[in-house]
């Protein structure tokens, strides 16, 4: 089999200083343009996926120096990329082509308006630092990616991320009364949530229709009380199987997170706080509210059903144990990138009625393929990360592609989508002609060309080409 990721050609950029960079350093100054190689190649990856240096970039401190990039960006022809910290793990914010890069990391106005209960954000505030600044005023910013201590509401939006709360609480877009954004042409836009909704078009776009600036968030009030436990399965089927039948039985959990042996161990071997590491699977829950009572009911709820599956259940004794253990389930990214040097991770949503299925053919294929396989994720929301852990030094990358298309197949056979929060980016463009059937990819490139009709904005994410490899531009 061939490797069926797109091609990005890996290229050092030239040590010259290109053109648009010398226009914006004159428009913009200097100290808003980045222009040596070195600093350029730092803006050439995200996470998980190394791209093309870019040609300049742009660190913008209001719409107005982002207007004044795209414009000068389009009159020479070069793609736009826009980028938050980078934290993405689809390769969304690594360029294909030769771009100008605009990092949104110094837009960082917030205000918060307790009487319309929310908050306003520039592109580049970091997403804790919008509970942070809601607290004072007893409101709360609910959606929680795992690197929300790093990541940007921008690229929050951009992808429209999601986090441990989705299940009970939703992700990003739910959030979101309105929005502003650049378009492909330079002209400014500024969005709410009714006509066309087209601010619900440009979340989770991933850069490709429209470049976010400022974001009007709704805020909330945080539940009084919160109760954790956690359960350890025989196998992951088991797991998925309580998750099952405590939703049937009316359980909505705050949080309700899935990690197998594998995952539990990296996590383990990272930081020594006790997870069982014989289980092969746990399951991490929260249940909230503002009836202590009713809280505990609902937990109880939860318990029962992890016991009918065979789970061991351990509640934490406090706000400290609890603590502790979802510290553990945000370093599940960092504790996996110990264990290889690369991993291809997947962002799989699939109905809930299949989850035990689910879980346990990726698990087989796991097995079959001789790598290592993790899988773990906001099971409630039915959104899985299954990641392969690979050495390219000594395991074949074409087996690591086999087994993603593998597992993208498992999710689509089962009426499941590619990307809960994570996005489409390059890494999952060869899945999108099985996933999208041709009449709506049509249509998507319909939207795009509406949109973006150069195809200038974040070229080759999204939307895979034709197959005869042409893009609709
Ligand atoms: O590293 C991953 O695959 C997932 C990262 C993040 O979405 C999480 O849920 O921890
Ligand atoms: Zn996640």
Redesign the pocket.
Known sequence: MTDPRPHIPRSEGSAQMHPLAAELTRTLGPKKVLSSAGERRMYSYDAIQMGVVPVCVVLPESTADVVVAVKAARAAGIPIVGRGAASG?SGGAAPTQPSLVLSFTRMTGLSIDPLRREAVAQSGVITLAVSEAAKPHGLVYPPD??SFRTSTIGGNLAENAGGPMCFKYGVTGDYVKGLEFVDAEGEVHRLTRDAYDLAGLLIGSEGTLGLITEATLRLSTPARFTRTLMSSFATVGDAAEAVSVAIAAGAVPAKLEFMDRACVNAIEDYLHIGLPREAGAVLLVDTDGDDLETVEEELELVERACQSSGGEVRRAAGDTEAAALWQARRS??PA?GRIRPQRM?EDIVVPRSVLSEVVREVEALGKASGLQLVQF??IGDGNL?P?ILFDPRTESEEAVHALAQQIASVAIRHGGVLSG??GIGSMKLPFMREAVDPVTLEALWDVKRALDPQERLNPGKVLPPDAQGNTHA
Do not use: I
């Open positions: 793990l990616p795992a599940v990214s996996l991770n994720g906001h990360h990641n929060e994570h």
